[in-house]
């Protein structure tokens, strides 16, 4: 049983629109969530990382925590062609262990 | 802040070598570092943990003589494949955590390597 899920797209979003990108996780205990932007044949960037329940914003990104519905969403506002990629969530409980969701594919119409 | 390094970023050899991939972190000390395969449009694929000074943990299925992980610094991890074979041929990415837990990974460049 998958302990990160997402759905792997592709989710195909027109230029300026926002995309809403989900995640769901196993664990209860979980305490850390991160975002990473993977572009095709390169390694995986961090872009957000959050902790508390509520709204983090960082330029056009938006990550969203809901502990007590165990999901964790990305906004990004105003997508550009560039921000194509698959996206990967990572939960982690406590100490050094990480789950990586599969990754949702996004592509962003010019 | 933040950087890791890996190197070489691409290898190409000839089946039987064997062959070194480092990691480095350069501006934070890594007390564990991950090391990671991806074969195309596939996931990430956790092979194994390494903590400075001790022996890694391989996840199940990884073979822990084929891919040997060294840990000798809390800047610096190396996987070597051994007697590499064509099957053996993926992209092999590095990340690395600060001492603090919960602290995120972040990612080498990942090294291509292609055996023949």
């Known amino acids: 049983q998958k302990e990160v899920e997402q759905n792997s797209g592709p989710l195909s979003v027109p230029e300026g629109a926002i995309a809403s990108l989900n995640c769901t996780y196993s664990d209860r205990g979980s305490q850390s969530f991160f975002w990473y932007r993977q572009y095709s044949g390169k390694s995986p960037e961090l872009i957000m990382f959050i902790y508390s329940n509520g709204d983090k914003e960082d330029g056009r990104f938006t990550a969203q925590l809901n502990k007590a519905s165990q999901y964790v969403s990305l906004l990004i506002r105003d997508s550009q062609p560039s921000d194509s990629a698959t996206y990967l969530c990572?939960?982690?409980?406590?100490?050094?262990?990480?789950?990586f969701g599969a990754g949702t594919r996004l592509f962003v119409k010019a | 802040g933040a950087v890791v390094s890996q190197h070489p970023s691409w290898v190409i050899c000839k089946s039987g070598t064997s062959v070194k991939i480092e990691c480095r972190s350069l501006d934070f000390q890594a007390t564990t570092m991950f090391w990671y395969r991806q074969f195309p449009k596939q996931s990430l694929m956790l092979m194994a943990t390494s903590n400075e000074g001790s022996k890694a943990t391989y996840e199940q299925g990884v073979e822990k003589d084929k891919f040997l992980i060294n840990h000798a610094s809390l800047t610096l991890s190396t996987l070597t494949v051994t007697s590499a074979h064509p099957e053996d041929s993926s992209f092999y990415i590095c990340s690395a955590s600060a001492r603090q837990t919960d602290q995120p990974q972040h990612f080498g460049d990942g090294t291509r390597l292609s055996i023949l």
């Open positions: 990572a939960v982690s409980t406590g100490g050094f262990k990480t789950i």
